[in-house]
C-alpha cells in the first residue's frame, strides 16, 4: 500500500466559550510509506492538532482520516486504542515514560497492552530495541535516572515496541540541546531508512535535508509541501 | 507478573503516605461497621437468650390464701405452663459500714428444680446450706458482702444475721451496680426466720400460648375468676413487660446509638475513600494518558485501578476484620458487665465473617467508582493536556505576583470558590461531623439538666421510707436529737390502682400523699397545674402515670383506687420526673378520705449544711438510730444519692455518644485533610509559580492552613446550625427512650460541648490542612516545571 496516511478535506474545531475556533481547515494530505515528513510552522497553526488527527488521539469535526487503510474515526475508543498501539508509535516532547517502571518495563508495558509481539520473543525485542537506540545499559534504570535524550531514547523504543508502520513525534528535540537532538534524528534516519513511515513535528526542520517532503502549515492549512528531490526516487 | 500489576504495586509503595491514608479509612470505615455487626448481633442475641433462660414468670400474684390452691391442679391445666411460689420481701442489709441498702429477698422452693425466675450458680454453694443465702454475683461490686460472711439484715426493725454460703448469677435482675440494690435467695425456712413472715403467698406463672403481656392479662382474668371461685383473694398482682429485661432499654439505646453513629462514620469513611480515590487518580491523570496513548484500552485502565483499589481494601479487610471482631466483642463484655449478663456467643456465624468482607470489598469500588470512570473514559488529548503536553495554555503567569502582594485571605478565598464541589463535599461532611459532635454534648447536657432539676425539685434531703405506717410524732421522736435536722415532714406514700378499662389496671401506681403546699418539692410541670388544696379530691400524675389515662385529659376525673376505696378524682396536671409512674394526692385529702388515723409511712429531712459529704454523714447517724430505736425501714436514700443512681444508669449511654461522635469528626477531617491534598497535587505547577517569583515556604504553608480555617469555621457554623434540629430530635428520641412515650427533654445547649467542639474542630482543621501543606513545601519549583 503506498499511501499510509490519508486525510480527505479534514477540519477541526475547538468550541471556545460562545466561539467556534477552527485550529484546522479541510485540510487534504498524503503520506507514503515509509516517507520521512516535518511538519513545520508557527506556534499556534495546527501542527499538533494535526498528528492529534492522525493517532486518533483526537477526532475530526469533519472529513476523513484514514491511516493503513483503516479509517481510524469510525472505529470504538477501545479498538481504537489497541489499533494505535499496533500501528502507530507515539513519542512526546516530554519524553512521557511511566515513572514507576523502569525503562524496559515500559517498552514491555506497550507490548503487553498490545499484546502483538508473542510473549516469548518480548524480552528479547526489548532488548534489541534498546540497543537500537544506543541505551541498552540503562534498561533496568528508573526514568528519571536518566538524562533527557536518554530519556527520549527510551521514548522511541517504546513507541517502537509493537513494530508499528508509523512513528509520530511531537517536537521530539525541542527540549533537548543540540548534540542530543541530533543523535535522536540519526535514530529516525535509521528507522526511515528500514521502511518506517516517520512524521516529526519540528521547529528547526526547513533545512533539514533529511525530510523526504516538509509540510507547513498556516493559520490551520497546509501552505507549503516542498519535496526534497531525494525522495523523488520512491 | 504482569508489568501492569507491577507497576500497580510499585505505585503503591511510591505513594505510600496517600495510600496508607486511604486504607486508614478504609479500615476505619470497615472496623466502625464491623464493630457494630459483631455487637448488635452479640448482644441483641446475648442479653436476650440470658433473661430467657431465667424462664422469665409471666405474671406474679400475692395472696394470703394460697394453702387453698391445689397446686397440681393448677399445672394440670391447659393455660398453665409453670406456677411456683416464690415469695418476694424487701429488707435492709449492711453493705458498709452504717450504710444499708435495699434487700430483695426470695424464697425458693427447691433450688434444683426452679420452672421459671431461674438463676445460676456461680460460686460457693448451690443449693445454700440450710438457713443460709446466696446472693448475686453484682452486689459484690456495691458491698463487703461475699461468701463466707454474715449479712446483716435489717427486718422488722430488728437486726438478724445470716451466713451467705454461696453466690448466683440471676440474669433476671436490673444490675445492682446501676439500681443499688441487693438480691438474696434462701430457703422457706430461713425466709420466715430473717422476715418474720410466712412463706407461700406469692405465686409466680408462667401461661402456656401467651406471646403478649395482653395474652397475660387475659389469661389472668380467666384465672383470677377461678380463685375467687375458690376463696382465693388476690391481693395484688404484677405483669412485667414481656420478656423483657428490666434494662433491655439501656442495651436499645445504645444499640440504637451505635446503629445511627457507625452507619454516619461508615458513610463518611466512604466519602473520604472516594475523595482520596480522585485524588489518587488525579495524580494518575497523565499516565493514564500516556498509557492510552501507548496502546492501553479501557479494560488495561480499569484492571489497573480495580486491581489498586482491591489491594487496598484487602489490606484494610486484613487489618479491620479481625479489629472489628475483637472491639465488637470487647465491647459486647463491657456492655454485659453494666448490664450484668453473660456473653452467650463464642464462635460469630460465618456470616457476619461474609458480610464485613463483601462491604470491605464492594463498598470501595462503589465510592471509588466515580473516579474510576472519569479515569477509564478520559480520552488521550484530555488526560494529556490536563498536565503534559498542553499544560503551558493553563499557567497563568499574568498576575501572579499580585497574588502573592494581595493578602493571603483572599486568595485562599478564591481557591475555595474555585473548587467548589470538593469544598462542598468537606464542608457537609465536616459539618456533620461538627453538628454529631455537639449533638452529643447537647443531649449530655439536656440529661444533666434534667437529672438537676430532678434532684433540684426535691429540697429535701433525705428520705426515710418506713415499712409500717406510724402516727406522725412517733416517727419523728428518735430524730429529735440531731441538731442538723433543718425540718422534718410526713407523706405517706403507698401502692393503689388506676381504673382504666374493664379490668384494673397494673398495680404498680404509686400513691404519694403529700401536703399540696409542700416546700419540699418542685415540679417539672409539663400540662396543668399542681395540687391546688381545693375541695374536690385531685390529682397529680407524673408522666410514667399519664400513660395509664388513654387518653391523658387534664381537668376530666378519673376512678382511683386507694386502699381498697374506689374515688374519683381529677387529674389537675402531668410533671415529669425520672420514676416510676406515680400520682400525687393533697394529704389532707388523703387522710379524710382513706386515712384516717392519719399515720405516715415517709419522713422527708430536710438538713441546714446541704452539702454532699454532711448528707452522708447525717445519713449515717439516721442509720443508726433507726437500728437502734428498731424501727421497720425500707430505704434511706439521699437525694444526692439518687442522682447519681440516675446518672449511672445514664452515664454509659452519654460516654459512648461521646467517643463515637469524636470519631465522626476526625473521619471527617481526615476527608478535609485528603481533599487539602488534592489541592495541593492540582495546584502543584501554581505552586512551583509562586515559588519561583519569590514565595516563602511559610506563604505557601498559610494558603492552605487559611484555606483549611476557613472552611473550618464554615463547617463550625454550618455544624451548629444543624446541630439545633438535631439536638431536638435526640433530645426527644432520649426523653422518650428513658422516660416513656410523649416525654421530650429540654432542648439544652451545652458551652462547654461548643468551645470543645470549637478547639476540637479547629485544631483537626488545622493538622488536616498542615499536613498536606507541607507536602506542598516540597513542591520545588525544579519539580512543578518539570512536570512530574
Ligand atoms: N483543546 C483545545 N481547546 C481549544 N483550543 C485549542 C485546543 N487545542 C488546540 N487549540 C487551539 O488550536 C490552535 C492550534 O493548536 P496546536 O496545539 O495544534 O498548535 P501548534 O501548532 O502545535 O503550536 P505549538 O507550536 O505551540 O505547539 C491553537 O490556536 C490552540 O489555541
Ligand atoms: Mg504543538
Redesign the pocket.
Known amino acids: 500500500m503506498k499511501n499510509i496516511i490519508e486525510l480527505e478535506q479534514t477540519s477541526k474545531s475547538?468550541i471556545?466559550g460562545d466561539r467556534i475556533?477552527t485550529?484546522l481547515k479541510e485540510v487534504s494530505l498524503t503520506i507514503n510509506k515509509g516517507e520521512y515528513i516535518a511538519i513545520v510552522?508557527k506556534?499556534?497553526?495546527?501542527?499538533?492538532?494535526l498528528l492529534n488527527l492522525i493517532t486518533g488521539i483526537d477526532h475530526p469535526s469533519c472529513g476523513v482520516v484514514r491511516v493503513n487503510g483503516t479509517d481510524i474515526h469510525q472505529l470504538s475508543e477501545s479498538e481504537l486504542a489497541t489499533w494505535r498501539g499496533k500501528n502507530i508509535g507515539i513519542v512526546f516532547q516530554f519524553f512521557q515514560l511511566i515513572p514507576t517502571l523502569t525503562v524496559i518495563e515500559n517498552i514491555l508495558l506497550a507490548m503487553e497492552f498490545v499484546n502483538a509481539i508473542p510473549k516469548n520473543e518480548r524480552q528479547q525485542r526489548a532488548n534489541s530495541l534498546l540497543e537500537m537506540v544506543d541505551i541498552l545499559d540503562h534498561g533496568d534504570k528508573f526514568p528519571t535516572a536518566l538524562s533527557g535524550g536518554e530519556q527520549q531514547r527510551a521514548a522511541i523504543a517504546r513507541a517502537l515496541a509493537n513494530d508499528p508502520d508509523i512513528l509520530v513525534a511531537d517536537e521530539p528535540t525541542g527540549n533537548l540541546d543540540s548534540s542530543t537532538a541530533m543523535s535522536i534524528k540519526a535514530i529516525f534516519s535509521e528507522l526511515v531508512a528500514n521502511g518506517t513511515t516517520v512524521v516529526v513535528v519540528t521547529h528547526e526542520g526547513i533545512d533539514d535535508s533529511a525530510f523526504d517532503r516538509i509540510i507547513e502549515l498556516k493559520d490551520g492549512e497546509i501552505v507549503l509541501g516542498i519535496t526534497n528531490a531525494s525522495a523523488s526516487e520512491e | 507478573m504482569p508489568i501492569i500489576y507491577k507497576k500497580v504495586l510499585r505505585e503503591m509503595f511510591i505513594r505510600y503516605r496517600s495510600i496508607s491514608v486511604a486504607i486508614l479509612a478504609l479500615t476505619i470505615g470497615l472496623w466502625g461497621v464491623g464493630t457494630l455487626l459483631v455487637s448488635m448481633h452479640i448482644m441483641s442475641n446475648d442479653l436476650n437468650q440470658n433473661f430467657l433462660q431465667t424462664k422469665p414468670a409471666h405474671i406474679y400474684l400475692k395472696s394470703e390464701n394460697f394453702h387453698k390452691l391445689d397446686i397440681d391442679e393448677l399445672l394440670a391445666r391447659p393455660d398453665i405452663m409453670a406456677a411456683e411460689f416464690r415469695d418476694k420481701a424487701t429488707l435492709r442489709v449492711e453493705v458498709h459500714k452504717n450504710e444499708w441498702l435495699p434487700l430483695w429477698l426470695y424464697s425458693v422452693n427447691d433450688f434444683e428444680k426452679m420452672s421459671m425466675g431461674r438463676f445460676f450458680k456461680q460460686n460457693g454453694r448451690f443449693p445454700p446450706a440450710k438457713g443460709t443465702i446466696l446472693i448475686e454475683r453484682n452486689n459484690l461490686l456495691i458491698s463487703d458482702l461475699n461468701v463466707g460472711s454474715t449479712a446483716r439484715v435489717q427486718s422488722k426493725g430488728e437486726i438478724v444475721e445470716t451466713k451467705i454460703s454461696g453466690i448466683v448469677f440471676d440474669p433476671g435482675q436490673a444490675p445492682s451496680t446501676q439500681d443499688a440494690f441487693v438480691y438474696a435467695y434462701t430457703d422457706k425456712e430461713n425466709y420466715s426466720r430473717l422476715t418474720g413472715s410466712p412463706a407461700q403467698q406469692r405465686l409466680m406463672i408462667r401461661f402456656s400460648n401467651a406471646e403478649t403481656k395482653e395474652d397475660v392479662k387475659a389469661k389472668f382474668k380467666k384465672l383470677s375468676n377461678d380463685f375467687s371461685r375458690l376463696g382465693i383473694k388476690i391481693n395484688s398482682f404484677y405483669i412485667p413487660k414481656f420478656n423483657e429485661h428490666p434494662h433491655q432499654f439501656q442495651l436499645n439505646t445504645l444499640l440504637y446509638l451505635n446503629g445511627i453513629i457507625g452507619l454516619l462514620s461508615f458513610v463518611m469513611a466512604m466519602v473520604l475513600v472516594s475523595q482520596l480515590m480522585s485524588s489518587i487518580f488525579t495524580q494518575q491523570i497523565r499516565q493514564i494518558g500516556i498509557m492510552k496513548a501507548i496502546g492501553a484500552s479501557r479494560t488495561h485502565i480499569f484492571k489497573i485501578y480495580i486491581a489498586f483499589i482491591l489491594l487496598m481494601s484487602l489490606a484494610s479487610i486484613l487489618i479491620g476484620l479481625p479489629l472489628a471482631i475483637i472491639t465488637g466483642k470487647a465491647y459486647s463484655a463491657f456492655v454485659s458487665g453494666v448490664i450484668n449478663f453473660d456473653i452467650l456467643t463464642t464462635q460469630m456465624p460465618p456470616a457476619i465473617y461474609i458480610v464485613i468482607t463483601l462491604v470491605g470489598f464492594v463498598m470501595p469500588i462503589i465510592f471509588s467508582l466515580p473516579a474510576l470512570l472519569k479515569g477509564m473514559n478520559i480520552s488521550v488529548n484530555d488526560a494529556l493536556?490536563d498536565y503534559g503536553i498542553k499544560t503551558k495554555r493553563r499557567v497563568t503567569s499574568s498576575n501572579n505576583l499580585g497574588i502573592i502582594n494581595s493578602s493571603m485571605l483572599s486568595l485562599s478565598m478564591r481557591n475555595i470558590a474555585r473548587r467548589k464541589g470538593r469544598m462542598m463535599v468537606t464542608m457537609v461532611t465536616m459539618a456533620l461531623g461538627v453538628a454529631i459532635f455537639l449533638t452529643g454534648f447537647n443531649v449530655r447536657s439536656s440529661l444533666q439538666e434534667f437529672l438537676d432539676k430532678t434532684s433540684q425539685s426535691m429540697k429535701y434531703d433525705l428520705k426515710v421510707a418506713l415499712k409500717q405506717p406510724l402516727p406522725l410524732a412517733m416517727a419523728l421522736l428518735p430524730f429529735k436529737n440531731i441538731e442538723k435536722i433543718k425540718s422534718i415532714e410526713g407523706w405517706v406514700g403507698g401502692v393503689g390502682r388506676i381504673q382504666s378499662d374493664s379490668i384494673s389496671t397494673s398495680t404498680g401506681i404509686g400513691i404519694i400523699a403529700t401536703p399540696f403546699d409542700s416546700r419540699l418539692k418542685e415540679h417539672d410541670l409539663m400540662d396543668g397545674v399542681w395540687l391546688t388544696g381545693s375541695e374536690e379530691l385531685e390529682f397529680v400524675a407524673n408522666q410514667q402515670a399519664a400513660l395509664e389515662f388513654k387518653p391523658v385529659v387534664i381537668g376530666k376525673s378519673y376512678p382511683i383506687v386507694l386502699k381498697e376505696q374506689k374515688l374519683l378524682a381529677r387529674l389537675v396536671g402531668v410533671v415529669r420526673e425520672f420514676d416510676i409512674a406515680k400520682i400525687y394526692l393533697d394529704l389532707d385529702k388523703y387522710n379524710r378520705l382513706v386515712n384516717t388515723d392519719k399515720k405516715i409511712n415517709s419522713l422527708m429531712i430536710s438538713l441546714n449544711n446541704r452539702a454532699y459529704d454532711n448528707v452522708l454523714e447525717v445519713k449515717k447517724e439516721v442509720e443508726q438510730i433507726i437500728e437502734k430505736a428498731g424501727m421497720d425501714v425500707i430505704y434511706v436514700m439521699s437525694q444526692t444519692e439518687r442522682a447519681v443512681i440516675i446518672f449511672n444508669h445514664l452515664n454509659i449511654i452519654l460516654t459512648i455518644i461521646l467517643f463515637l461522635s469524636l470519631l465522626v469528626l476526625s473521619v471527617s477531617s481526615m476527608g478535609m485533610g485528603s481533599a487539602m491534598g488534592i489541592n495541593v497535587i492540582e495546584r502543584t505547577r501554581e505552586i512551583g509559580v509562586l515559588r519561583a517569583i519569590g514565595a516563602t515556604p511559610k506563604m505557601v504553608v498559610n494558603l492552605f492552613v487559611i484555606e483549611g480555617f476557613i472552611i473550618s469555621v464554615l463547617s463550625i457554623f454550618a455544624g451548629l446550625l444543624l446541630a439545633l434540629p438535631m439536638s431536638a430530635l435526640a433530645a426527644n428520641f432520649f426523653g422518650e427512650l428513658i422516660l416513656g412515650e410523649d416525654t421530650p427533654l429540654d432542648f439544652a445547649f451545652s458551652e462547654l460541648g461548643f468551645t470543645i467542639t470549637l478547639i476540637v474542630t479547629l485544631l483537626f482543621g488545622y493538622i488536616a490542612s498542615r499536613a498536606p501543606a507541607n507536602k506542598a513545601t516540597e513542591i520545588t519549583v525544579h519539580k512543578a516545571i518539570a512536570y512530574e
Open positions: 475547538f471556545q475556533f485550529a510552522g506556534s499556534g497553526s495546527g501542527k499538533s492538532t | 493536556s
